[in-house]
């Protein structure tokens, strides 16, 4: 233990799961909860809601206000030392702007930031770093961005899991990967923060893909195929973002693409799974409490595809089928049906 | 059905299946067969060695010797438009050095090729094209090379499967492509001969070292962490015989590495799953009738990494469990324990 206090903003799975493999390097871990049944599981030591029936460590602690956490820190003595922001990526912009002070301090004190958001913002377009750059003008290197093939359930099962996390700043970066190192979790670091964060948004929507795929009786053959060929697709919305292809192959893009299209727990794929049942996107997404990000990614991809006349035949094909009540089995025969192409171009 | 007599040599599973999809497009496809077993099942409509229980379009028929082959060529007045390779890797040398004049007419005549092989040959590291470019320097156009994610089994049973199909000649590939095309199976064509048949070989390894992991209790987050870190490797080997990046990430490269991790009909996979039980490569290879190709290109992928001087750290583990017993857990570990570095470089 090398280091004094951690902060995640927001319990969800994957927040807390991060809180885990902290509480390896620091010597606290304060959970700040918004949510009562949430904060009340942590108090006891498991997050009763998100990863129920797997104990905490016993350095993590929960706060459902800020009066609480302060005086942790205050107590402890314990400097705070990272910011780890689990928040959905719709959350962020009021969030943050209403902390914001409290956020420049900690920031101004040294403190560096971990955010876990993926998506795209499907009403501006934007992206986590977006939101974090413009109210944090001053302290863009202290930002970090982590996403990758990390079923959170696995991570606490300190199952090996490797993530990218991507920033500005070398040394930045190099700080929370060691802060975030065990001998099961490892985070190879990146400057293609867009690229990162995009291959961590449009991944969700080829898991949606996937699961609609496996739902209609299609194979192993087909599954991967339509994968590979969604991932070239990817790669140029990340060209007019100006992010590197690699990353796009690397763990924030194909890893976790790999991790959430054959992974049974993925909730974008049980979603795909439930809509060749033939039911509602709006139906599956009301009986559920857990976020579908590739459900509203979907159509910020559409959006940013029109924006920037990228070529997308199959996410357009996933959007119709979302959006516009398409059938997925005329789609795959709509996008069989063309004449010999190359691959790459 | 628009062309006249299409030729398979070798009925082996994957063989058969491009017997199949051709028989859509040809009015006779003639599979060539060594094995008497595998013959006697052709002519009574299956492949009973390799494909059980699958019974074979009507216009795909056997031929044990040439005569017999002829005889089937000449009675349907067929011009031979078409010839597949389904022959393993290493039997590629022997067998078209010693029938060189009958290709050499058939290539003469404007028949197209097309090459099934994978693998790279552990003795002189050459790959499937350098053999059919050194045989037949005067044809080198007419050779296209198919590699992708294509389970046979999936194949023949309709499911949609898209693979890469690489070659010199522009023509050449939108006809064999042409020919290989129907409402299931789709060959995206490209001229980057060596990234496909380099993915193809590689992604056996990984397949293995994808069993050993699944094998070892290791789950999701690993196996697509692993499989990952080894695609970046794969890279390497590719940019020493000036393959494109971009082919690694396509349907012979990452669509394959794909299918054939998660799949459970890989015998790659198999093979892993075994090795992590404990058992030696030798006693499992000798307990099968299929070859484990994976097994040889891991040698080949060793000697390649030396004489290019590649850095190929998971490649190199994975010679090291096959080869001289290293221990697979351990050599895990050993991957774990490095310092922060950038994921790409």
Redesign the interface.
Same mark, same amino acid.
């Given at each position: 233990v090398s280091h004094k206090t951690a902060i995640v903003i927001g319990a969800g799975a994957f927040g807390t799961c991060i809180a885990s493999v902290l509480s390896h390097n620091f010597e606290k871990v304060i959970l700040k909860v918004r949510s009562v049944d949430v904060y009340q599981g942590i108090c006891e030591g498991e997050n009763k809601i998100y990863l129920p029936g797997i104990k905490l460590a016993s350095n993590i602690v929960g706060a459902h206000t800020w009066e609480e956490l302060d005086k942790i820190v205050e107590k402890e003595n314990g400097k705070v030392e990272l910011i780890v922001s689990g928040l959905p990526t719709g959350a962020i912009k009021s969030y943050f702007s209403e902390n914001k002070e409290r956020f420049d301090k900690y920031l101004d004190e040294g403190a560096a930031f971990c955010s876990l958001s993926k998506g795209i913002d499907p009403e501006t377009l934007e992206l986590p770093d977006d939101y974090f750059y413009h109210y944090f003008p001053d302290h863009k290197e202290s930002f970090t961005f982590l996403s990758?093939?990390?079923?959170a359930k696995?991570?606490m099962?300190k199952? #090996?899991?490797?993530?990218?996390l991507a920033g500005q700043g070398r040394e930045e970066? $190099?700080t929370v990967?060691?802060m975030l190192?065990t001998?099961?979790f490892?985070?190879?670091?990146?400057y293609d923060v867009k690229g990162v964060l995009l291959g961590g948004a449009l991944k969700n929507i080829l898991a949606i893909a996937g699961g609609v795929i496996e739902g209609l009786g299609?194979?192993?053959?087909?599954? *991967?195929?339509?994968?590979?060929?969604g $991932?070239?697709e990817m790669?140029r919305f990340g060209h007019v973002m100006n992010s590197?292809?690699?990353?796009?192959?690397?763990?924030a893009g194909?890893?976790?693409l790999?991790?959430t299209?054959?992974?049974s727990?993925s909730r974008n794929k049980s979603f795909g799974l439930e809509l060749a049942k033939g039911r509602k996107p709006q139906e599956i997404i009301d009986s559920q409490r857990t976020v579908v990000e590739g459900y509203k990614t979907t159509k910020a991809a559409y959006l940013l595809a029109r924006k920037y006349s990228i070529r997308s035949t199959i996410f357009d094909a996933i959007y119709q089928v979302l959006y516009e009540g398409a059938d997925p089995k005329a789609k #795959?025969?709509e996008l069989? *049906?063309t004449?010999?192409?190359?691959?790459?171009d």
């Amino acid at each position: 233990v090398s280091h004094k206090t951690a902060i995640v903003i927001g319990a969800g799975a994957f927040g807390t799961c991060i809180a885990s493999v902290l509480s390896h390097n620091f010597e606290k871990v304060i959970l700040k909860v918004r949510s009562v049944d949430v904060y009340q599981g942590i108090c006891e030591g498991e997050n009763k809601i998100y990863l129920p029936g797997i104990k905490l460590a016993s350095n993590i602690v929960g706060a459902h206000t800020w009066e609480e956490l302060d005086k942790i820190v205050e107590k402890e003595n314990g400097k705070v030392e990272l910011i780890v922001s689990g928040l959905p990526t719709g959350a962020i912009k009021s969030y943050f702007s209403e902390n914001k002070e409290r956020f420049d301090k900690y920031l101004d004190e040294g403190a560096a930031f971990c955010s876990l958001s993926k998506g795209i913002d499907p009403e501006t377009l934007e992206l986590p770093d977006d939101y974090f750059y413009h109210y944090f003008p001053d302290h863009k290197e202290s930002f970090t961005f982590l996403s990758g093939p990390s079923f959170a359930k696995e991570v606490m099962e300190k199952q #090996i899991t490797l993530v990218s996390l991507a920033g500005q700043g070398r040394e930045e970066l $190099i700080t929370v990967s060691k802060m975030l190192s065990t001998s099961y979790f490892k985070a190879f670091i990146s400057y293609d923060v867009k690229g990162v964060l995009l291959g961590g948004a449009l991944k969700n929507i080829l898991a949606i893909a996937g699961g609609v795929i496996e739902g209609l009786g299609y194979n192993h053959n087909t599954r *991967a195929g339509m994968i590979t060929r969604g $991932i070239t697709e990817m790669l140029r919305f990340g060209h007019v973002m100006n992010s590197r292809p690699e990353t796009f192959y690397g763990l924030a893009g194909m890893g976790d693409l790999i991790l959430t299209t054959t992974g049974s727990l993925s909730r974008n794929k049980s979603f795909g799974l439930e809509l060749a049942k033939g039911r509602k996107p709006q139906e599956i997404i009301d009986s559920q409490r857990t976020v579908v990000e590739g459900y509203k990614t979907t159509k910020a991809a559409y959006l940013l595809a029109r924006k920037y006349s990228i070529r997308s035949t199959i996410f357009d094909a996933i959007y119709q089928v979302l959006y516009e009540g398409a059938d997925p089995k005329a789609k #795959i025969e709509e996008l069989m *049906a063309t004449p010999p192409r190359f691959e790459h171009d």
